[in-house]
T-cell receptor, first 115, second 113 residues
Framework: ETGVTQTPRHLVMGMTNKKSLKCEQH?????MYWYKQSAKKPLELMFV???????ENNSVPSRFSPECPNSSHLFLHLHTLQPEDSALYLC??????????????FGSGTRLTVV | GQQLNQSPQSMFIQEGEDVSMNCTSS?????WLWYKQDPGEGPVLLIALYKAGELTSNGRLTAQFGITRKDSFLNISASIPSDVGIYFCAGQLPQGGSEKLVFGKGMKLTVNP
């Protein structure tokens, strides 16, 4: 248990479904991130939130919609996904520190399969 | 954008052997980090390096922050089966307090008992 909890751990959804991924941390971190990890590809940064404000959207298709209601919770709303969106979706959090970054704490991920 | 070149991409070794991997970049980083990802899990931080030239150990792991601030290596000594996983390097750019990290593509390690 890393302190960053992601639910569900596994999700199978049809292309017409709407579902949401949830991420929660109580580490006191102020920044939260969504990453996509596909087989044989590097980690792809999707979204960054700092103090609940979105500070980065890495050209992510609009079928992925993030929501950050507070610094402890992050959601990724999914609708009309494509099979190529099947991947491991990782949430991470961090506490920005000038000059001595402590890195990210990752959740265990949600394994998403789009059928 | 910034890129980290991580090598090798994969290694197959026998239990007890040592492993070495590195990351290089054309950019200067303030911090280098090494993560390990077990199958079906998220990456977990192994070692963090904050100063050029710094050499840090964590059990059987040793990592160094290159003098030029553009590279880092990770060594694992006397490997064991539970070392299996994907190892990622990550660098933090000097962006004044930003935590944004750049990740390498990962090195998949297989350890044969």
């Amino acid at each position: 248990e890393t302190g960053v909890t992601q639910t569900p751990r596994h999700l199978v959804m049809g292309m017409t479904n709407k579902k949401s991924l949830k991420c929660e941390q109580h580490l006191g971190h102020n920044a939260m991130y969504w990453y996509k990890q596909s087989a044989k590809k590097p980690l792809e940064l999707m979204f960054v939130y700092n103090f609940k404000e979105q500070t980065e959207n890495n050209s992510v298709p609009s079928r992925f919609s993030p929501e950050c209601p507070n610094s402890s919770h992050l959601f990724l709303h999914l609708h009309t996904l494509q099979p190529e969106d099947s991947a491991l979706y990782l949430c991470a959090s961090s506490l920005p520190q000038r000059g001595r970054g402590g890195g990210y704490t990752f959740g265990s991920g949600t394994r998403l399969t789009v059928v | 954008g910034q890129q980290l070149n991580q090598s090798p991409q994969s290694m197959f070794i026998q239990e007890g052997e040592d492993v070495s991997m590195n990351c290089t970049s054309s950019s200067i980083f303030n911090t280098w980090l090494w993560y390990k990802q077990d199958p079906g899990e998220g990456p977990v931080l192994l070692i963090a390096l904050y100063k050029a030239g710094e050499l840090t150990s964590n059990g059987r792991l040793t990592a160094q922050f290159g003098i030029t601030r553009k590279d880092s290596f990770l060594n694992i000594s006397a490997s064991i089966p539970s070392d299996v996983g994907i190892y990622f390097c990550a660098g933090q750019l000097p962006q004044g307090g930003s935590e944004k990290l750049v990740f390498g593509k990962g090195m998949k390690l297989t350890v044969n008992p």
